[in-house]
């Protein structure tokens, strides 16, 4: 279901999806839910280990029941579209009082770091084992710089090294270098990984992408404004990968994810081969 922004104004960033956390895509909804949602129903504002999660009202969650059918979970974006000028008032507070607006504001604050990310396609030219680590490859990897980069990445255990040979690839190039049991490693591919860490797989940029070419969150609009990428230095020091990281998924299709904003590039979307709601690294 595609997570279409639903509300304006200081719920600008509350969603369908987020409106509907209970909906199956395939178990039918009727107009009473959807006007309900969005004209007058609240919902509930949870702090749960640090974060904030929204659920949906008793009373809302009692008309899921109700048994007038009309469309779909996954026709509620454009049903709820429809009365987008409506906003969802009076949210009630359960546990501790967090406005709405903090919620958005806390959203925004996470693209706008992501924005910062130097996240590029990179081509992986050469690959072989660390000398030095068992659990290390060191890769060239073109960025669409004058020369490739030299990168490590703990994938040994996960991937085989002719899987790496001559792939495209995502690589986060604006961190600090870092020394990897003698070698500077300067960048990082990313990967997805399932809750256990037993399953990684490297994130794919879409056929057609070219090496340097950078990624970005979002829609057509959220590229055209992407700021230039901080510095690696302004990256460790504001901690804007820590802040990130922990909000980029993947989907349900396997596609790479920052919340509601597509990870893409001028050719597509960037997936995961198979992993669907993994976490990115």
Not at 236 to 257: G, R, Y
Request: overall charge neutral.
């Amino acid at each position: 279901m595609a997570a279409t922004s639903l509300l304006k104004g200081k719920c600008a960033g509350i969603s369908v999806r987020q409106l509907f956390p209970f909906a199956h895509p395939h178990r039918p909804l009727n107009f009473n839910q959807i006007n309900s949602a969005v004209n007058h129903n609240y919902h509930h504002i949870r702090i749960r280990r640090g974060k904030l999660t929204l659920s949906p009202s008793p009373r809302l969650a009692a008309l899921w029941n109700s048994s007038s059918p009309f469309c779909t979970a996954a026709d509620a974006s454009a049903a709820a579209s429809a009365s987008a000028s409506e906003v969802v008032s009076d949210a009630a507070v359960v546990d501790e009082a967090v406005p709405v607006s903090e919620v958005v504001h806390e959203q925004k604050k996470i693209k706008d770091a992501a924005d910062l990310l130097d996240i590029r396609v990179g081509r992986v030219l050469k690959a072989w084992r660390h000398e030095e680590a068992d659990s290390l490859y060191v890769e060239e990897v073109d960025v669409g710089e004058p020369e490739p980069r030299i990168i490590c990445s703990g994938l040994v255990r996960y991937i085989p090294l002719d899987h790496l040979q001559d792939r495209n690839v995502v690589v986060l190039a604006n961190l600090k270098p870092r020394n990897m049991r003698g070698v500077k490693s300067n960048g990082m591919l990313m990967a997805a990984s399932d809750a256990s860490h037993e399953n990684v797989e490297l994130l794919v940029p879409p056929e057609g992408s070219l090496p340097g070419e950078r990624v970005w969150f979002g829609s057509e609009e959220d590229h055209l404004n992407q700021p230039p990428a901080a510095s690696p230095n302004q990256i460790q020091k504001k901690k804007i990968w820590e802040l990130v990281q922990p909000h980029m998924k993947t989907d349900n299709s396997c596609i790479a994810s920052l919340g509601e904003h597509v990870m893409r590039t001028s050719a597509g979307v960037v997936i995961s081969t198979s992993l669907k709601n993994a976490n990115i690294s």
